[in-house]
């Protein structure tokens, strides 16, 4: 079965300092990957995805996420942190040709952006 | 362009009353239709998913229900309110990027229930 793990809870960085939410897959086959912000009391808005071709991938509001197929993971990044960029963030996966079947998502990390 | 109306924002409910949220897109035909739920700012819980009308897949059993009457309209239902149905829905869509083998899913501004 398909699962995705975001193994921080929360995730605290300073202003102006790269930032880097973690996310890893597990899934037979070669992934599609997703990222999704959610700011309170807000439905979650689509960053970025990757499907196939350059393991990174940059995405809305100067993020970017790499593909990294030997370790599994997804994580997103971010040169230099906003206050603004605090938020909830989600991974989710899905497998190709899975048709219908809904994406898998990760429990959520917290990212708070400290002035 | 596609968009997706969920209505009401907030909702307050007394524990057995009913409940009836709505969610419809527009700008796109045939879409897959989700509803999810978030407890306490965390984590998304699948609820029920359609791939067309009167199509409905439950992943949680539970005292709510889910109904696509029209192709763009999905609703979620409850007889009897729990206070543990309070929480963060979200309705959310998926099509078929155009020309490509996956599907992209967008998620509606989300209801907060509140049964009390």
């Known amino acids: 079965a398909q699962s995705v793990a975001q193994p921080e809870d929360q995730v605290n960085v300073a202003e102006g300092n790269p930032l880097t939410v973690k996310c890893t897959y597990s899934?037979?086959?070669?992934?599609?990957l997703f990222w999704y912000v959610q700011y309170p009391n807000r439905g979650l808005q689509f960053l970025l995805k990757?499907?196939?071709?350059?393991?990174l991938v940059k995405g809305s509001y100067g993020f970017e996420a790499e593909f990294n197929k030997s370790q599994t993971s997804f994580h997103l990044k971010k040169p230099s942190a906003l206050v603004s960029d605090s938020a909830l963030y989600f991974c989710?996966?899905?497998?190709?040709?899975?048709?219908?079947?809904?994406?898998?998502f990760g429990k959520g990390t917290r990212l708070s952006v400290i002035a | 362009s596609q968009t997706i109306h969920q209505w009401p924002a907030t909702l307050v409910q007394p524990v057995g009353s009913p409940l009836s949220l709505e969610c419809t897109v527009e700008?796109?035909?045939?879409?897959?239709l989700y509803w999810y739920r978030q407890a306490a700012g965390r984590g998304l819980q699948l609820l029920f998913y359609?791939?067309?009308?009167?199509?409905i897949s439950s992943e949680v059993p539970q005292n709510l229900s889910a109904s696509r009457p029209q192709d763009r309209q999905f609703i979620l239902s409850s007889k009897k309110l729990l206070l543990s149905d309070s929480g963060f829905y979200l309705c959310?869509?998926?099509?078929?990027?155009?020309?490509?083998?996956?599907?992209?899913?967008?998620f509606g501004p989300g209801t907060r229930l509140t049964v009390t």
């Open positions: 959310a869509w998926s099509v078929r990027a155009s020309g490509r083998n996956y599907y992209e899913q967008y």
């Open positions: 899934v037979s086959g070669n992934p599609y």
């Open positions: 990757y499907i196939t071709g350059d393991n």
């Open positions: 989710a996966v899905r497998l190709p040709n899975s048709g219908n079947t809904p994406l898998v």
């Open positions: 700008g796109t035909s045939n879409p897959n």
């Open positions: 359609s791939v067309g009308i009167g199509q």
